[in-house]
Every structure is written in C-alpha cells, then in structure tokens.
C-alpha cells in the first residue's frame, strides 16, 4: 500500500515564474490538503481538497491555487513566485474531517532564486 | 488570534527524559497532536491527546490540560535517533491543524 507520494523532490525557479507541484494521496483517502513549511518554521496551511473542491483555505494569495482530480490526486500551482515561496510544500491526505488521521507525503522542495 | 508557544530548542543527554511543553491558544478546540520532523522530511505523527490526562505510548507519553491550554511531550530513555524538531499542533473548531515552530531537540552522548 503506497502512502502519499509527492513530485518532484526538489525544483529550483526563478522570480516570476509558475509551479505545479503535485500529491497522490494515500490509497482510500479522499481528502488532500497543502502545507508551506519555510526553514525553521511549523507547517502553515494553505488549503484542503475533497470531492474537487477547496473546502478551507488559509492565509495564502490567490497565486496559490489548486486542484483535485476525480481519482483524489491534486496539484498546487503557484503564479509569480517570489523569492519568500521558496520552502517545503507538504501534501497531507486523510478521510473528509478525520484530520487525526491524517498522513503526510515527503515533501517538494521548492528553490526560487 | 491563534498562537502556539514551545520553546525553541532543548538538550539532552542520551538515556536521559526530556519534557518538551508547549502552550497554545485557539479558537475552538478539536484535539492536540505532536508530530516527529526529521531535518529534510515529513513531520511523522506521535500523539494525540482530545481529553485531559496523560497518554503513554512506549518511550513517548503526551499530557493534555484543556482548562490550561498545555500540553507536554514526554521522551523516555533518549536515543540519538530521537535528535529531531517536535511539534504541536492543536486542531481549531474547523478541523485545522494549527502548527507551532517547533522544538529542535539535540541528543548528546
């Protein structure tokens, strides 16, 4: 049983440009949401998925948007990146409200110089 | 607002206990989890404590106060292993996970 998986490793950008950054979440969990985790700091949430909608959003700008396909997979696109992007993006997934049990993926490293 | 409070790093000595506390003020309250950070990956789930009191599972135990707004991660018998962030996480009346920064623990020799 595979957990959730996460592409690509790590990605390296420039200022302006755009990334898609994508989770595949663990087999059976319908729901996926985003984390932006900066060196040294917590994880911040961005938002959460479920039946291809964003459900819950945190303090994030509308760069940052996303999408869930009908197989539960998702992806996380960020417009005009800025240098303060650069960070771990962490994919969690999980059944609908039952955050308790939820798991995380291993990451995307995202450099944007 | 919305605040967790741990401190920022701790030290200790392998074979010894370790007490890592951590405050936390939220709006509403669905529970607390502490997750494991190894440096470059994935927090790894640890605990989590919905009702007062102290849950113990092997070298690892959590406390939850409500009244508080306090909680504690209990290491026992420290391994070199165990050299990593910990974090606290309580969940908010929206099922959100609300994370603090972390406590970097360094396991010494």
């Known amino acids: 049983d595979a957990g959730v998986t996460q592409s690509p490793t790590h990605l390296i950008k420039t200022r302006g440009q755009q990334v898609t950054l994508r989770c595949s979440p663990k087999?059976?969990?319908?729901?996926v949401s985003w984390y932006q985790q900066a060196l040294g700091q917590g994880p911040q949430f961005i938002f959460q998925y479920y039946e291809e909608e964003e459900r819950q959003r945190g303090n994030f700008p509308d760069r940052f948007s996303g999408h869930q396909f009908p197989n539960y997979s998702s992806e996380l696109n960020v417009n005009a990146l800025l240098l303060g992007d650069s960070a771990l993006y962490l994919c969690?997934?999980?059944?609908?409200?039952?955050?308790?049990?939820?798991?995380f993926g291993p990451g995307t490293r995202l450099t944007v110089l | 607002g919305q605040n967790i409070d741990q401190p920022t790093e701790m030290t200790a000595t392998e074979g010894a206990i370790v007490q890592i506390n951590c405050t936390y003020q939220?709006?509403?309250?669905?529970?607390l989890f502490w997750y494991q950070q190894h440096a470059g990956e994935a927090p790894t789930f640890l605990s989590y404590?919905?009702l007062d009191g102290l849950e113990e599972k092997g070298r690892f135990s959590s406390f939850l106060s409500r009244s508080k707004g306090y909680s504690y991660l209990l290491l026992k018998e420290l391994q070199m292993k165990d050299s990593a962030s910990y974090l606290c996480?309580?969940?908010?009346?929206?099922?959100?996970?609300?994370w603090g920064a972390g406590t970097k623990l360094i396991i010494k020799p």
């Open positions: 404590n919905v």
């Open positions: 969690a997934s999980s059944f609908f409200l039952r955050v308790n049990e939820q798991f």
């Open positions: 996480a309580p969940m908010d009346s929206n099922y959100q996970l609300i």
């Open positions: 939220t709006s509403g309250f669905n529970g």
């Open positions: 087999s059976g969990h319908d729901t």
